[in-house]
């Protein structure tokens, strides 16, 4: 019997890591503009975008 495929896909980890880092970056204090943007800066670092 094979085994069962996760049911997480890869960029389903990915999208519930980037919403952990932006309540991390809310729960520090950040505004909503300052943690969407200091996600976007990580995300686009992490694909090879100078942002």
Do not use: C
Request: charged fraction near 15%; hydrophobic fraction near 50%; proline fraction near 6%.
């Amino acid at each position: 019997m094979p085994e069962p495929e996760d049911p997480i896909t890869q960029l389903a980890a990915a999208a519930v890591q980037l919403h952990e880092l932006y309540n991390s970056y809310m729960a520090a204090g950040f505004t909503e503009a300052q943690a969407f943007d200091l996600v976007k800066a990580i995300l686009a670092a992490s694909v090879g975008g100078a942002g």
